[in-house]
């Protein structure tokens, strides 16, 4: 009787390991952060920089479409910094604390780009707010034959 419960609590025992050996040697997928979308992620202190990317038809004027999400308890005034070839041009978007805001969407806050940005290229975007050491993104540029892309595509100008 008692071998019998011996080898039955070896063989448990045997499949408890063998079906749960994998996390003794492999990392788990879900802890690496990774750019899941078409776009690129950076963090400035409380500020995290989400899927940013520019959409752009012409090359020449383009829209900056990303999230920036504040795990602060404070607003902070995000300046978004971009070289237009002959002079850094920035624009300033507010986060209210403990939120998110998508910049470059309808009814949202919009950041235009005017410089050479061709489709297909990447394009340096500088965040930064207050005191905080900023952080300069190579956003990739798109333009809009992607459906979900081609209403976000900037407007032109009256």
Same mark, same amino acid.
């Given at each position: !009787?008692?071998?019998?419960?011996?080898?039955?609590?070896?063989?448990?025992?045997? #499949?408890?390991?063998?079906?749960?050996?994998?996390?003794?040697?492999? /990392?788990?997928?879900? +802890?690496? !952060?990774?750019?899941?979308?078409?776009?690129?992620?950076?963090?400035?202190?409380?500020?995290? #920089?989400?899927?940013? !990317?520019?959409?752009?038809?012409?090359?020449?004027?383009?829209?900056?479409?990303?999230?920036?999400?504040?795990?602060?308890?404070?607003?902070?005034?995000?300046?978004?910094?971009?070289?237009?070839?002959?002079?850094?041009?920035?624009?300033?978007?507010?986060?209210?604390?403990?939120?998110?805001?998508? #910049?470059? +969407? +309808?009814?949202?806050?919009?950041?235009?780009?005017?410089?050479?940005?061709? /489709?297909?290229?990447?394009? /340096?975007?500088?965040?930064?707010?207050?005191?905080?050491?900023?952080?300069?993104?190579?956003?990739?540029?798109?333009?809009?034959?992607?459906?979900?892309?081609?209403?976000?595509?900037?407007?032109?100008? /009256?």
């Amino acid at each position: !009787m008692k071998a019998r419960i011996i080898v039955s609590v070896v063989v448990a025992a045997g #499949i408890l390991l063998g079906t749960s050996g994998c996390n003794l040697w492999a /990392p788990q997928s879900t +802890t690496t !952060m990774y750019d899941a979308s078409d776009g690129v992620s950076g963090n400035v202190g409380d500020l995290a #920089i989400r899927n940013a !990317m520019l959409l752009s038809n012409d090359g020449a004027v383009a829209n900056l479409v990303v999230t920036v999400v504040n795990k602060g308890d404070s607003a902070h005034s995000l300046s978004v910094q971009y070289d237009d070839g002959t002079e850094k041009v920035t624009q300033d978007v507010n986060v209210d604390a403990n939120s998110s805001v998508t #910049i470059g +969407t +309808t009814d949202a806050p919009s950041v235009t780009v005017s410089a050479d940005v061709a /489709p297909g290229s990447l394009f /340096p975007v500088f965040f930064q707010y207050g005191n905080e050491t900023g952080v300069e993104v190579l956003v990739p540029v798109l333009d809009g034959s992607l459906e979900e892309y081609s209403t976000l595509l900037p407007t032109p100008a /009256p």
